[in-house]
């Protein structure tokens, strides 16, 4: 039997290295903690139970959010996240006012939400104002797809990808674009994106008849409920040691944070979702935490060289491949 491996002393732990903001072209808006499933690995914490107004995004933030693209061009991107980021009561208008001011929207589709009561016309909203999908399928077997997120969660799934395929996502079209992203099950880093996008093009076209259109590759953070689940079998340093020893000097010019802002549904600003999640705040210069609204004066070439608030966390994005909400950052992996 192999020794259990001694926890690291804190002195010794590797450092994440400074990094700072770049120039900012992402605006990713979580909308709120409200999903219709409850995932293992949620990094969010997000459940049907999180409905209320502490837990979401009102209406006052998402003019503010649309205010902030009128007022600065050079974001060029909305990426939407939640929660299930449909279930906000103001996502349709945010998506057509956005697409109205030439942007390109992303949303973080968790596709079960399509069989929710007012939902059903989802993929032909989509269709309609030409978004990019993010759908999560961290796996094409049903038994693995429905331990990390809930009994009978795969074949809604499949229904969900028929229904985007029918509308005319999936198939090439680079105006009706469908990504599926994977993450591991448990404390492993992801396999090659490139490798495993072939075995998943393959198993869901012969399997399923579903085409999409790319597959990325994302590492679980060890936040929130996953380092819940990893504290519950006593692996968590283990999975720190993995991501520290694997990582990759190279993914670091490209980690998202560097491009990119993070909107919480309080309208307090971060680096990335899992800063957000952590309150973990990005800092004027001052040290002063940024909201929102404090965009809304200033040139957005103030936020470059701002030091991003790094922690251990920060290593997942930085093992072998690198990881992020595109997917790795270089080309390899585990
Ligand atoms: S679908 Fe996404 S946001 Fe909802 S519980 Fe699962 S991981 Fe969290
Ligand atoms: S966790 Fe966030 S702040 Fe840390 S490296 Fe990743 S994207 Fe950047």
Redesign the pocket.
Known sequence: MNPEPAPVPAAVRPCFPALERGTVEVLQVNLGRL?????R????D??PARSGPGDNAGPELLEEILALLEAWPALRTLDLT???PELNPGFRRLVRAARGLGRTVLV?H?L?IQEEPGQEDLPAFFAGQGVVLFC?LPCYLPENVDLQ?GRGVFEKSLRALRRLNEAGFGRGDGGRELHLVYNPLGPSLPPPQERLEEDYREALRSRYGITFDRLITITNQPIHRFREDLERQDRLEDYYRLLEENFNAATLPHVMCRGQLSVRWDGRLYDCDFNLVQDLPLRDRGGRPLALTDLLERDPRSLEGLPIAVARHCFACTAGAGSSCGGSLVEGGA
């Open positions: 999903c219709n499933q409850a995932c690995h949620c990094h969010v997000s459940s939640g929660g299930a973080r968790n079960t999560s997120r």
